[in-house]
């Protein structure tokens, strides 16, 4: 099986012009274009990177459109006004367009003398490289390959291009090593493989199974943060189903193992695939309702009062519990407890088709409590328009409002008479 070589990556690359490969310029950003061609007519190489070249050959539109070139920051600031340099460990120049769009630029860069120490679990500062040192730094092939506007070809030192056609997400370099340098990867690994429907290279899925307790030298927020970014992807679900059997999701959280089982494994996947669907609508879902409906089939193994003053006072520890591994900020999870309880205590009335109290309706998490209702319950073919909808003047559900009992005014007492 093929493995890159855990060694510097050879200098000579496979070039594949532009009659052999899909990827065109109409697909590139107008700003990326001209940070391109700048670079490549001062003289400089210029080379589309990363995930923007991956997403271009698979057919998806890019979200951010990075450059790597042989110019310095410094250099590269004098090329573009409209720029700044940012970052302290590695510095890298972001050029700015109206709109509010950025184009980011770096040096090509190599690993430093301290991430050449297979002990370190975080890199050390990277320092400036060729071409073939900043592909073999970066974590999978298929993120390895490079598009050069000079000639329009690809550019790929690392066997990216093949694994790409073959649909395998392959690790550069010696798989124990990387995941032991920076443990997220392994999470790289199975995000890559869940967005593209890719298969993982036997040699790194073995290697994330076995260092999958690793993943706690990270910063727990970090891991929350990964974590989010990966729910509310639009692949959730397949991502959950590489999560679940690697190891990595009771190993970020543990308190989980318990108290799922195989039927709350299965009720996770359900909420993911409807948290896909969410995805797939026209306006992001809110991070609140994402954490809610991630939190339900834990909150479903759990013994919980069926009164929303009961539901109130529980759910905050509750939540606390299920997300102390990752840190939860304490604001959101007060928020996400207060749409939980109410979410929680609505249900039973709505599916009765009760109307919902006056005072629970009164409450500020009320519309997004009756919008988790209708994520768990709504058919799945409406899902996509359930923030849309939601967005607008909403249609709610009626309200049960007390009757409120008036005291007939009392008759005028007749007036003493006049002496």
Known sequence: MRQTS?????????????????????????????????????????????GSVRDLLVGKRPKDFDIATDARPGEIRKLFRNSRV??????????????????????????????????????GNNTFGTPAEDAQRRDLTINGLFYNIGDFSLVDYVGGLQDLREGLIRVIGDPAVRFHRDPVRMLRVLRHAARLGFRIDPPAWEEIRRQRHNIRLCPPARLRDELLKDLKSGAARPFLELMLPSGLFYAILPSWQKRLGKKGEARL?????????????????????????FLTPYLEQESLPETYAGLREVMPEKVRQALAAIEFPRQRQEEVSQVLALAWALTPLLLAGKAAPARLARLVAYREA?????????PQEELPHLVEAEEAPPDLPPVKRRRRWRRRPRAPRPSPPKT
């Open 6 to 50: 855990p060694m510097a990556a050879p200098d000579t690359p496979r070039v594949i012009p532009r009659p052999e490969h899909t990827l065109s310029r109409r697909d590139i950003s107008l700003e990326a274009l001209k940070v391109l061609y700048r670079l490549h007519h001062t003289g400089y190489l210029a080379y589309l990177v990363g």
């Open 86 to 123: 940012i970052g302290r460990r590695f510095r890298l120049v972001q050029v700015y367009f109206r709109g509010g769009r950025i184009v980011e630029v770096s040096t090509f860069r190599r690993r430093s003398e301290f991430e050449d120490r297979a002990d370190d679990v975080l890199v």
């Open 269 to 293: 996947l359900e909420l993911c695939h409807r948290l896909d669907l969410l995805a797939a609508g026209e306006f992001p879902p809110p991070e609140g309702l994402i954490w809610a409906a």
């Open 370 to 378: 009756l919008r988790l209702h209708r994520f768990w319950k709504a």
